[in-house]
């Protein structure tokens, strides 16, 4: 996928978006042909410097930036110039996927194995254990606890991981 399609697509942008930030977004949605210093880039975008060196941070850690050094001679300062390099991000949507897979697997597994009350005045979820050490009645409004049955939640979870094994080719 281009460079520019990639940036056009949503879940790309939002997954950009949750990395940097909405003060770093502009560093990440406005890459630089070549290499390019992060005064360079706070000047272009019109951004304070630490918010560009969050972002490209940001981007490095996650395999989407990269940068070299070069030191003046003179007055042996370093300049980093940097690359953005965004061919990992399908990979890295994968494993995000494979990460919110495995996370609903385990909360689907919790919602299966526990019981839980819930005060409908405010709107508290509590455990069994919980329910019962408060005698079942709410300790912020006093209100009895009502058996709380989850299996809707259970069901669009069962869904939703089901959709993600579809879509990452897993059983």
């Not at 950009?16 to 000047?43: F, I, K, N, Q, Y």
């Not at 981007?59 to 690359?83: H, I, M, Q, V």
């Not at 079942?136 to 009895?144: I, L, R």
């Amino acid at each position: 996928m281009a460079f520019e399609e990639l940036l056009e697509d949503p879940v790309v942008q939002t997954y950009l978006h949750e990395l940097v930030g909405p003060r770093g977004m502009p560093v990440a949605a406005a890459p630089p042909d070549g290499e390019v210093t992060d005064e360079e880039l706070a000047e272009e975008l019109d951004l304070e410097l630490n918010d560009v060196r969050r972002a490209l941070f940001i981007l490095y850690e996650n395999d989407l930036a990269d940068y070299r050094r070069l030191r003046d001679e003179d007055s042996g300062w370093l300049t980093y110039l940097w690359t953005l390099e965004y061919g990992s991000i399908p990979e890295n949507l994968r494993d995000e996927m494979h990460r919110l897979l495995d996370a609903l697997e385990e909360r689907r597994e919790y919602e299966r194995n526990h019981e839980f009350f819930l005060c409908e005045v405010d709107s508290i979820r509590f455990e069994f254990e919980e329910a019962m050490e408060f005698d079942f009645e709410c300790p912020q409004c006093g209100s009895e606890l009502d058996a709380l049955d989850n299996d809707h939640l259970v069901t669009a979870m069962d869904d939703r991981i089901d959709e993600l094994r579809a879509e990452l080719n897993v059983a």
